[in-house]
C-alpha cells in the first residue's frame, strides 16, 4: 500500500500550509466581496446551486444527457481492429452488464461528478469482508452505488511514490447524507479504495479532484440569480406601488398618537412603522393606518434586464462550452440550429473519447481484475454523434444522383457508382449492382435513380 498520510497533512503540502485564495482584482481587493460572489467555493455550494438554480442544473446535466444519448458497447480487441461480429466473451460481458444496470449506474455517477470536484461509484461484491477491507479473490460485483462528492470524504492518502495509487486515498469515509442539513441517523463507515470508482472530470493530475462544471461560471450563475430576482421583486412593487409617509399636521409626526393607536411605547413607534411597511410591500390587499400621516406614490422606471441576463447567459454557457441554444433549448434560425447543434455534438464526442470512455476502461479493467468481469483485451466503443442524419444521408445520395445525371451526353463516366450512393445513405452494397459498376459500356454503373436505393 505505501506510506499513508492523513487528509490533513496532505491538504497542506499540496498548499504549503493554507488554502489558496483568489483576488482578480489588484485595485479593488473586496471587488468579488462588493458583487456578492464567495471567494471560496466548496461542495454545498454548488451542491445549492445545482438543485435551486435551472441554469446551473442545464450546466450540469446537458452535457450528461447529450454523452448518454446512446449507450457505448465494450468491443473484444483493440482499438484500429477491423469490425467484428459480437464474441462469445463481448456477449456475456454485455449480458453481466445490463443484468447490473451498469450504464444507468455509470450515468447517474457521471452527472453527480459535474455537481462536485468528482463523484464515485460504491462497488458491493459477494466477498463477505468488512468494506474497509481490501477486495480478495474472485468477486462477483452485486451493485454499484453511485454518490455524490459530499457523500464521499477521503480518510488517507498513500504518500508512496513507487505505487500505482500514489497521491490518492486508500480509504474513504462514506457518509449516507449529502450535505450537513440532510444528515441522517444512520453512521458514516470507512471504506476501501478497492471497492469505490472515481469520476472526476478535469483532474488530469491522474488525482481524485476534478473541476465542478459551475465553477468557472458561478459568479454568472449569482448574477443570474440576481436579475431573475430583482427582476420579479421590481415587476411586485410595480404592480403594488411603492410609498413614501409624510406628516398632514403642522406640528409634524404625532409619535404620542401612533404609539397610542399601535399599542407600543413611544421607543417603538419606529420599528412599527418598518413593520407596517413590510406587511404593505408583502400583499397586494393591505390596509395602511396612517393616523396624521400620508402616503404618496413613488414612481420609478423599472430597468429591462434582457440584454443584462443575454450577456451574462453568454458569459456562462461559454464556462460549460455549451451554446446557449443548447443550454435552455431556445429554438432559433434553422442553420445557427443545426451549426449549434454540430458544434455540441463535437463537443461531447471529445467528452467521450478523453473523459467517459478512459473512465469506463479503467472500471472494467478493475472488475476484470477482481474476477467480476471475464478478462481479454477490451476498449470501449461509441457510437459518432456528428454522423450526419438519415434525411441528410438521403440528401447526399440525391445529390450524387443529379451530378450522374449532369453527366450523361458530356462523354465522361458517372462520378458515382450505384453501391457508393447506396453507401452514403447507409444501406449494404449490392452486389448485383458491382456486376453492372464493371460494364465495359457503361451499363447501369452509378444508377442515376431510386432503383440504387432500393433494399
Given amino acids: 500500500m505505501g506510506m499513508i498520510a492523513n487528509v490533513q497533512n496532505w ?5 504549503g500550509g493554507k488554502m489558496p485564495t483568489m483576488s482578480n482584482d489588484a485595485k479593488r481587493a473586496t471587488a468579488w466581496q462588493d458583487y456578492g460572489f464567495p471567494e471560496q467555493l466548496d461542495f454545498e455550494n454548488h451542491y445549492s446551486m445545482f438543485r435551486r438554480n435551472g441554469i446551473a442544473r442545464a450546466g450540469v446535466m446537458r452535457h450528461v444527457e447529450k454523452t448518454w444519448e446512446t449507450d457505448p458497447w465494450i468491443v473484444e480487441g483493440v482499438q484500429g481492429d477491423d469490425p467484428h461480429k459480437e464474441t462469445r466473451r463481448e456477449r456475456e460481458v454485455s ?16 452527472w453527480r461528478n459535474r455537481v462536485g470536484r468528482y ?32 457523500q464521499l470524504d477521503p480518510l488517507e492518502f498513500d504518500t508512496d511514490e513507487t505505487s500505482p495509487n500514489y497521491g490518492n486515498p486508500v480509504s474513504y469515509q462514506f457518509k449516507p447524507w449529502v450535505t450537513g442539513e440532510e444528515r441522517e441517523a444512520r453512521q458514516a463507515r470507512t471504506i476501501h479504495h478497492d471497492r469505490i470508482h472515481i469520476i472526476a472530470e478535469g483532474a488530469d493530475d491522474d488525482t481524485i479532484y476534478g473541476i465542478p462544471a459551475n465553477e468557472a461560471g458561478f459568479n454568472d450563475l449569482i448574477t443570474i440569480e440576481k436579475l431573475i430576482g430583482a427582476g420579479g421583486e421590481g415587476f411586485w412593487k410595480t404592480a403594488r406601488g411603492a410609498f413614501s409617509l409624510h406628516a398632514t399636521g403642522d406640528n409634524g409626526i404625532d409619535v404620542d398618537g401612533l404609539a397610542q393607536m399601535f399599542g407600543v411605547a413611544v421607543d417603538e413607534v419606529g420599528d412599527k412603522l418598518n413593520e407596517v411597511a413590510a406587511d404593505l410591500s408583502a400583499g397586494m390587499d393591505k390596509l395602511l393606518m ?3 400621516m400620508e402616503a404618496k406614490a413613488l414612481a420609478y422606471q423599472l430597468p429591462q434586464p434582457e440584454q443584462f441576463f443575454a450577456v451574462t447567459m453568454q458569459s456562462y454557457a461559454a464556462s460549460v462550452s455549451c451554446p446557449v441554444p443548447e443550454l435552455i433549448g431556445q429554438q432559433i434560425a434553422q442553420r445557427s440550429s443545426d451549426e449549434n447543434s454540430r458544434a455540441f455534438a463535437k463537443t461531447i464526442m471529445t467528452r467521450r473519447r ?23 483485451d477490451f476498449y470501449v466503443a461509441w457510437d ?36 457508393e450512393i447506396r453507401d ?16 465495359p459500356e457503361g451499363g447501369n454503373a452509378g444508377a442515376t435513380d431510386s432503383s440504387a436505393l432500393d433494399e
Fill in 119 to 150: 463523484a464515485g461509484l460504491y462497488l458491493v461484491f459477494d466477498d463477505g469482508l468488512r468494506p474497509d477491507q481490501p477486495v480478495r479473490g474472485k468477486v462477483q460485483l452485486l451493485k454499484m452505488q453511485p454518490l455524490f462528492e459530499g
Fill in 424 to 439: 452514403a445513405v447507409g444501406f449494404d452494397a449490392d452486389t448485383d449492382l458491382d456486376d453492372d459498376d464493371d460494364d
Fill in 384 to 419: 459518432d454523434l456528428t454522423d450526419a442524419t438519415f434525411e441528410e444521408k438521403l440528401g447526399n445520395a440525391k445529390s450524387m444522383s443529379e451530378a450522374n445525371k449532369s453527366s450523361v451526353g458530356t462523354g465522361e463516366p458517372p462520378p458515382f457508382r450505384a453501391n
Fill in 95 to 110: 449480458v453481466l452488464l445490463q443484468r447490473l444496470g451498469f450504464w444507468n449506474r455509470v450515468h447517474a455517477a457521471d
Fill in 354 to 376: 478523453r473523459t467517459i470512455g478512459p473512465n469506463i476502461e479503467q472500471l472494467i479493467a478493475k472488475l476484470m481484475r477482481f474476477g467480476a468481469l471475464p478478462a481479454f
Fill in 11 to 15: 491538504r497542506r503540502s499540496l498548499f
Fill in 290 to 292: 396612517l393616523g396624521n
